[in-house]
């Protein structure tokens, strides 16, 4: 039975008026989808000029015969010339270095982050710091300093062995497997940790003291609730480790090339910059074969996930367990100093010594010298790369954070049509390693008609820089806007506050300490990109990254010891100020 | 005037209809309740009464003036419909003080300093938060959280207020104080609120009128004694609580004055009268339905009203509540559920004479 609520609604509207209404606001609504379609097309144009068009054309020079903006031929050979033994051993060596530093930095990221969140262990807070302190370390400085540490002939590590144990060999040699894994641990401990601890933090205790109260021991609860219940999240972190893993660049160009174990990206690098002829075609058919094995490893990652609920992620604050260790709280905070000790004073340590002393490995008084300092300050082309970087970091993250902001709101804040092809197209470099959309660029850049001069300029490395930085951005606003519920911004909307009012008061207004995490990430992310870099840098717009790598192949190691301490400075800053001004703002909230 | 109007408001995602056809009239000043089980539709209704959703079929006004009608493909976004809501979670802004909270409907609108300082004091004191003003508003309790959300709701005085499950998240002492509060200043103010709760005994003390919603469509309308008392069908009537249901066949019907009709109705072990809100054919099957609290028994054949029904039975279960005892009474009706006071307590295997008021009893489609 229901209301006769016809005759009234007839009443109270008539024909007129009613007719008069839905004119004025059906203007108002055609102009508000068409502004809303531009900006979707606007977001695919961006991300299509980003993404899809470099792999489109890293397509089209794996079939062509000559190097980007020359006449050529097309053919296969690109193809049939990566098919070689050699490469075998190449693609073996790939995918064993990744799993051989995947492993051990998983089972070193759940002990640490078990220790963080989940132990009594003191000065908790300030040792998780401390550890996720490598992270933000660019990896050449540490691939320098550990070559300096490690070096068989005069490195530290050796020399210290040597006069203690009076032994005349060297235990440690970093030009090795052992070296390239060693590298690359240092990084995936730290990035691993921080997917792991925030899992440990978020899981309801309710969940685990049930267990407790069903019988099951402290060990056991660990063994079948706790590991289980973060199993997804441990898988996903295992892949996505393999897959930074694969893209690695530094480590093995630093520590595998010179005992000449080459992995993919290696390989590709080498068959531009050292061959007395750059042969294009096959690097740029290597780089498609190693978008087909990042193909399936993402393929893999979505099967392994498909219909995974991290439902124990709520992202609630619990109180979690904490367990009493009694006196091996202090073996467990002699662990965590440990790690930092070997992972970020060694390397500082090594890169300050070497700085002040005339060659490395010669550390006696009478090598004391500041000449590398007046050196490194009087270099020109050293401020550029500076000041290139700086531009870059600051634009480039800015650029990268904006779009990401927009991209994950369309994509999750809105049921816009389109939305679904933004994230896709935004996610999309996140399977290119550095070295192949730097490759990609190349081309895509020579094939620009004439007008656009992309190539050569500081250009060519910020639009790379934003299409590398744009999945972490968009990750990073996507977990903040989905942090917010849908509540706070319809209920602004109800009472009174348009669109956009909602966006800057509400939206921006609560979002912004995620904006700020993400652009010091993209930063960061800047400052220590080489791969890409180093294929579409020119005269004139050097980074830093380069800069150092043309001076450490040059053999002037105590003057990278010199930028390397400043850069460390840079990311010590940044990062304090990070935790300083940002953590205590999201805290109050 | 009513207040709002829904004529024909369906919503249909893909193939599937929340909404579907429902037509509905609050009047100014009402306090009206959408009551149904989850996912029966009522929040999709308030949502698009809000604007936060777009109905896909039929119009929607409000204050006389149409604010969506799919036909016309005519849609007034949420903002420029001058409501207010308080929402499940209270969507209190985490960022803002609880002062800025309440301001901000004011301050959207360019309201002057001034004008902002007197009504967010007045709209807090109405809620009895005027100390907490300068408080930030994470260190709320979920109490006064839901007062601050009532308070900005009102602030601006909205021609609606719409509130979705507003006491669900609150204890249940807590639950029942604030909605008497909020029912005595809705009257006070004589605000028109529609509210939507799926907790039948919130929906029969707040309202006015109680609309009863089933997979998208309204079951019935009417105020919560009627509908508690007079159920058009075995669905509204199973809703609340757990009554007894006699099956019966009709052999008479008449219609009442009050456009309610009398069946004459054949059952297990009793014939006679019942009320009905349908026109029943002669022979037809219906339930009729006896609510438990209105049943009692008789352990020693004390005199019962003449036309009372009455049945006999063995006690099987006897639950002591505290308010009350619930018994169940195996007759040849069927088993009883009947709600005694606590001090009766036949025990378990005697046999009783179960009786019921005839007032009480009324016939639904079966």
Redesign the interface.
């Known amino acids: 039975?229901?209301?006769?609520?016809?005759g009234?609604?007839r009443s109270?509207?008539t024909p007129t008026s009613?007719l008069g209404?839905?004119d004025n606001?059906?203007f108002r609504?055609a102009r508000y989808f068409t502004g809303r379609d531009a900006l979707v097309l606007a977001l695919i144009a961006i991300l299509g000029f980003l993404a899809v068009y470099p792999l489109t054309m890293l397509f089209y020079g794996s079939l062509h015969s000559t190097p980007p903006g020359m006449a050529g031929e097309f053919n296969l050979d690109g193809y049939r010339s990566i098919m070689t033994a050699s490469n075998v051993i190449v693609l073996l060596n790939t995918i064993g270095i990744s799993l051989g530093k995947t492993v051990p930095s998983l089972l070193m990221a759940v002990f640490l982050a078990w220790i963080i969140a989940r132990t009594d262990t003191p000065y908790r807070d300030k040792l998780e710091v401390l550890i996720t302190l490598p992270f933000f370390v660019p990896p050449i400085l540490t691939a320098m300093a550990w070559g300096m540490l490690g070096n068989p002939q005069v490195g530290l590590l050796n020399q210290v062995w040597k006069w203690a144990t009076g032994s005349t060999v060297s235990p440690i040699n970093v030009y090795s497997y052992g070296g390239v894994i060693w590298h690359q641990v240092q990084y995936s401990t730290p990035f691993l940790f921080l997917f792991i601890v925030d899992i440990f933090r978020a899981m309801d205790p309710a969940l685990e003291e049930s267990s407790r109260m069903c019988g099951a021991s402290r060990w056991r609860t660990f063994r079948n609730i706790t590991l289980m219940l973060m199993l997804p999240a441990l898988t996903n972190s295992f892949i996505l480790s393999f897959i930074r893993g694969i893209e690695n660049f530094e480590s093995p160009l630093f520590f595998g090339t010179p005992a000449k174990i080459t992995v993919i990206t290696t390989e590709i690098y080498n068959s531009i910059n050292h061959r007395a002829t750059p042969d294009y075609q096959y690097a740029t058919a290597l780089s498609f074969a190693i978008m087909a094995l990042m193909f399936l490893l993402v393929i893999w990652q979505w099967y392994v996930l498909r219909g995974r609920t991290f439902s124990t992620v709520t992202g609630k604050g619990y109180a979690p367990n904490v367990m009493k260790l009694g006196p091996w709280k202090w073996v467990t905070f002699g662990f965590c100093v440990l790690f930092f000790f070997i992972t970020v004073i060694l390397p500082i340590g090594q890169l300050a010594i070497g700085s002040f002393f005339k060659f490395f490995g010669f550390y006696s008084r009478d090598m004391f010298t500041f000449e590398h300092y007046t050196a490194v300050f009087s270099n020109s082309e050293i401020w550029r790369g500076f000041w290139n970087t700086m531009i870059l970091g600051l634009a480039g993250a800015t650029a990268t954070m904006f779009l990401g902001s927009i991209v994950a709101y369309v994509s999750i804040r809105t049921r816009w049509r389109g939305r679904r092809l933004i994230d896709a197209l935004a996610w999309l470099p996140w399977m290119m390693p550095g070295m192949v959309l730097g490759i990609g660029f190349l081309w895509a850049f020579a094939m620009l008609p004439g007008p656009i001069p992309i190539y050569g300029t500081i250009w060519a490395l910020m639009l790379a820089y934003m299409a590398l930085g744009t999945p972490v951005s968009v990750r990073v606003m996507s977990s903040a806007y989905a942090q917010l519920?849908y509540?706070?911004e319809?209920?602004?909307?109800?009472?009174?506050?348009?669109?956009f009012?909602t966006l800057w008061?509400?939206l921006i207004?609560?979002a912004w300490p995620s904006f700020a995490v993400g652009w010091v990430l993209a930063f960061f992310g800047i400052m220590r990109e080489l791969s890409a870099s180093i294929l579409l840098y020119s005269v004139g717009s050097e980074v830093l990254s380069v800069v150092l790598l043309r001076l450490w192949s040059n053999g002037q190691a105590e003057q990278v010891s010199v930028i390397g301490l400043f850069m460390m400075l840079l990311v010590i800053v940044f990062r304090w100020a990070q935790l300083r001004f940002i953590k205590s703002r999201i805290s109050?909230? | 005037?009513?207040a709002i109007?829904?004529?024909n408001v369906s919503r249909h995602f893909g193939a599937v209809a929340a909404v579907d056809n429902?037509?509905?009239?609050v009047e100014a000043g009402e306090f009206v309740t959408l009551l149904g089980p989850s996912g029966c539709g009522k929040t999709t209704t308030l949502r698009m009464v809000?604007?936060?959703e777009q109905n896909t079929g039929g119009?929607i006004?409000i204050d006389?003036?149409?604010v969506s009608?799919a036909q016309?493909?005519?849609?007034?976004?949420?903002?420029r419909?001058?409501?207010?809501?308080v929402?499940?979670?209270?969507?209190i802004?985490?960022?803002m003080t609880v002062f800025d909270n309440v301001a901000?409907?004011l301050r959207?609108?360019r309201r002057p300093a001034n004008e902002i300082q007197d009504r967010v004091k007045g709209a807090l004191r109405l809620v009895e938060m005027e100390n907490y003003a300068d408080r930030?508003a994470?260190a709320l309790s979920g109490g006064q959280q839901q007062r601050v959300a009532i308070a900005?709701?009102l602030v601006?005085e909205p021609r609606v207020l719409?509130l979705d499950e507003p006491l669900s998240n609150l204890d249940a002492r807590l639950r029942t104080q604030t909605g008497d509060e909020f029912r005595s200043l809705q009257k006070r103010l004589g605000i028109t609120s529609l509210y939507v709760t799926h907790d039948q005994s919130e929906a029969m003390a707040l309202s006015d009128r109680v609309v009863v919603m089933h997979s998208g469509h309204?079951l019935?309308?009417g105020s919560p004694e009627d509908i508690y008392r007079h159920p058009?069908s075995r669905g509204v009537a199973a809703f609340f609580g757990s009554p007894n249901f006699l099956p019966s066949q009709v052999t008479h019907c008449t219609q009442q004055a009050n456009g309610s009709f009398m069946l004459t109705l054949d059952g297990p072990g009793w014939t006679g009268p019942c009320g009905c809100?349908s026109a029943q054919p002669l022979g037809a099957q219906v339930v009729v339905m006896i609510r438990s609290e209105n049943m009692g028994v008789s352990t020693n054949g004390t005199a019962t009203a003449a036309d009372a029904m009455t049945w006999n039975g063995q006690v099987v279960q006897s639950i002591f509540r505290g308010t009350h005892r619930s018994l169940i009474v195996e007759t040849p009706a069927g088993r009883l559920n009947i709600d005694v006071p606590a001090v009766t307590n036949p025990e378990n295997g005697s046999t009783v004479t179960v009786v019921a008021d005839r007032q009480a009893a009324w016939a639904t489609p079966a």
Request: charged share 15%.
């Open positions: 039975m229901t209301d006769d609520t016809a009234a609604l109270s509207s009613k209404g839905v606001v059906g609504l519920s509540d706070l319809e209920c602004s909307r109800v009472h009174g506050a348009t669109f009012q008061r509400i207004a609560l109050t909230l | 005037m009513a109007t829904l004529e429902v037509n509905l009239n809000a604007g936060l119009r006004g006389g003036q149409i009608d016309a493909k005519f849609f007034m976004p949420p903002e419909r001058m409501l207010g809501m929402f499940q979670s209270y969507a802004w985490p960022h901000y409907p959207i609108r930030p994470p900005r709701a601006f719409l309204i019935q309308i058009t809100s």
